[in-house]
């Protein structure tokens, strides 16, 4: 059972920044790519952005420009910048892990921003 423990949401106003980490442990198995999600109340969860082992990195349209992950899957920790920030990025942030077998969810870590 892979374990993720996340941090660095809280309150910010429109336009502020906020930094987001994950760190993974207890995988059994080579975890090949990392990511974040969210989800706003009455909504979805949505990927935000994802980065694999090899360092490529996908994004969400609506975040491209202003958020930024990083990290190194190898070492099973990944980070997400989070600039610009908008009330509608408002959402309870989730931290993922995949290896070949499965994909494991942490926590979750809210995120508000007011206008």
């Known amino acids: 059972q892979v374990q993720l423990a996340e941090s660095g949401g809280g309150l910010v106003q429109t336009g502020g920044s906020l930094r987001l980490s994950c760190a993974a442990s207890?995988?059994?198995?080579?975890?090949?790519?990392m990511g974040w999600y969210r989800q706003a109340p009455g909504k979805q969860r949505e990927l935000v952005a994802g980065i694999t082992s090899g360092g490529l990195t996908n994004y969400a349209d609506s975040v491209k420009g202003r958020f930024t992950i990083s990290g190194d899957v190898s070492k099973n920790t990944v980070y997400l910048q989070m600039n610009s920030l908008k009330p509608e990025d408002t959402a309870v942030y989730y931290c993922?892990?995949?290896?070949?077998?499965?994909?494991?969810w942490g926590q979750g870590t809210q995120v508000s921003v007011s206008s």
């Open positions: 993922n892990a995949d290896t070949w077998r499965s994909r494991s």
């Open positions: 207890g995988s059994r198995f080579r975890i090949n790519a």
